[in-house]
């Protein structure tokens, strides 16, 4: 129950849908609607591909253009997955163009950025492709041996060692039971 609303909001929407006088529009297509909330940056269409931060994105679809193509096309990405990117055509419609190699893995924005800064740290000057890939897949086989390793340790931990019982332990219990042993004092608080 919203406070503000006194309903849920799925009750609200429905209410609010119910009320109008036009039925709601859609979107033409689930794809068209993803790409229509991507970033997009202006590139040009070279001999080799698409070049998007020192990746290269090559299709046949490009083939038209490259090199022959003057104007600017706007490439649409996945900050989440840069393994493709979507190119806007001068008539509006969008074509998938994945990496010229698709030997790659599907990389994060932000796996590259942060690549790029450890090489930049590193005093590398090899900003290519394969420096940005081979820095991203060496970090992942950091986290994936410090998590395999944590896992370890955690599994370990959760397991008690072995406690063996001697008999000296045995009699130390009997000792407890029957009052030669005296506890340690304590203070007992009792509420007033």
Known sequence: MHSALGQTPLEAWREGVAKRKQPLRYPPSA?????DFLPAV??????????????????SVLSAWAGRLQKRLWVKYDPRNLSRVYVRDLNGRHW?????????????LWELTEARKRLHQSGSCDLT???????????RRLIAEATNSSQQRRRHERIPPAVSIQPEDCE???RSES?????YPVEIWERE
């Open 31 to 35: 794809e068209e609607f993803f790409l």
């Open 42 to 59: 202006p590139r040009l269409v070279q001999r080799d591909g698409i070049h998007f931060h020192q990746i290269r994105y090559w299709d």
């Open 96 to 108: 998938p163009v994945p990496y010229a190699d698709l030997r790659r893995p599907p990389i994060t």
């Open 129 to 139: 492709e394969g420096a940005l890939f081979a820095n991203i897949l060496q970090q």
């Open 172 to 174: 130390a219990k009997k």
């Open 179 to 183: 009052g030669e042993l005296k506890p």
